[in-house]
């Protein structure tokens, strides 16, 4: 089996490389990546020890495809992955389109021409804001917490948010540029014989994420904190509150593995995936392993709300559980552990990731 991978150089589709290389014996991949993210470039080397075919090459242009060798799969790891995309002033809403929509057509065309299956890493920010907003919460443990004693809208429950939660605009242009890709992609398959999973995924993090405050936040927040970079507690009051669960893309690669070697042509196509409520955690709390790992640093508190900033989501892996058998392994504290080993020996990691 052969596999391309598009964004192979990112934090994702690198380690995601290199945990089916370890779980596949035999397996082929190849890569396509344009290397504008700072810090890309530094897994480049790493991907070709590894014997990874790498293109360089964007896939927003359909010529880029052309050298690209024939495979069976195609896992679309490619995007710009901030929430903030198109309305903070570092990228326009017409690069966000074009590098997360326009994009797609580019990688479906080559799914068709080479009979590949496709696979597409879609996102937790293709549900409805307001609808999340609105979810019934209680604070509990310095920690926005799911109040299952009241009654809950259809898609959630005490095991998180599953597929069949509101995606109802708003979702941000992120989110909506990853929901008009699942149609797309979900009509294309169907159309032209190709089996197409889709993977809304939670927050991934681990050792060597390039993080960011408007993506990878648990990598971000312990590197940052490591250095004594100023930090803040952004709405919600200003506590730090706020929940996200997280899981590392080793994990996430099993299930990818899975869903491939399936030969299930109809039924569910699309799954949650994420760390689940044993995964999950708040800023505020992520604040006290991190002063109890490097030392004492106090956040600053900002109430102010920013645009698409929601208090809780984890993710519900129930659905992916019961079709494939797959749970995250690893646990959140190993992950930050992971990290925060990694911000000790890269002192200078935040710098290379361009912040």
Not at 164 to 190: C, H, I, R, W
Not at 203 to 219: H, K, M, N, R
Not at 322 to 328: A, E, I, M, Q
């Amino acid at each position: 089996m052969k596999i391309l991978i598009t964004g192979i150089c990112g934090f994702a589709g690198s380690t995601l490389a290199e945990t089916l290389l370890e779980l596949c014996e035999g397996l082929g991949i190849c890569g396509i990546d344009n290397l504008m993210r700072p810090g890309s470039e530094s897994n480049r080397g790493r991907l070709k020890r590894l014997g990874v075919e790498l293109f360089h090459g964007d896939v927003r242009m359909a010529s880029d495809f052309e050298a690209l060798p024939k495979t069976d799969w195609v896992i679309d790891a490619a995007a710009n992955p901030s929430v903030l995309a198109g309305v903070s002033g570092a990228v326009g809403s017409r690069q966000v389109l074009e590098h997360n929509l326009a994009s797609l057509v580019n990688v479906l065309e080559y799914s068709k021409a080479a009979g590949a299956g496709f696979i597409l890493l879609s996102s937790s920010r293709v549900y409805s804001i307001p609808a999340l907003a609105s979810l019934p919460l209680r604070i509990a443990d310095r920690a926005f917490r799911l109040d299952d004693s009241r009654a809950l809208p259809k898609g959630v429950s005490a095991g998180g948010i599953n597929a069949e939660f509101s995606t109802q605009a708003p979702v941000s242009l992120y989110g909506a540029t990853k929901l008009a890709s699942e149609t797309v992609a979900l009509d294309f398959g169907p159309a032209f014989g190709l089996p197409v999973w889709i993977d809304r995924c939670g927050v991934l993090a681990g050792a060597g994420q390039f993080g960011t405050p408007d993506q990878g936040i648990f990598s971000y927040w312990i590197h940052a904190h490591r250095a004594r970079r100023p930090l803040r507690f952004i709405g919600f009051e200003g506590c730090g509150y706020q929940v996200r669960d997280a899981f590392h893309p080793r994990d996430l690669a099993a299930l990818l593995l899975a869903q491939m070697r399936t030969a299930r042509a109809g039924g569910r196509r699309i799954y949650t995936a994420g760390g689940g409520p044993a995964n999950a955690m708040s800023l505020a709390r992520l604040t006290a392993w991190c002063d109890a790992r490097f030392g004492a640093h106090a956040p600053g508190a900002d109430p102010r709300p920013r645009p698409y900033d929601i208090p809780w989501m984890v993710m519900d892996n129930h659905d992916a559980q019961s079709d494939f058998g797959w749970s995250p392994a690893l646990t959140l504290t190993r992950v930050l552990e992971e990290i925060a080993a990694h911000a000790e020996g890269h002192p200078e990691w935040l710098e290379l990731s361009g912040i």
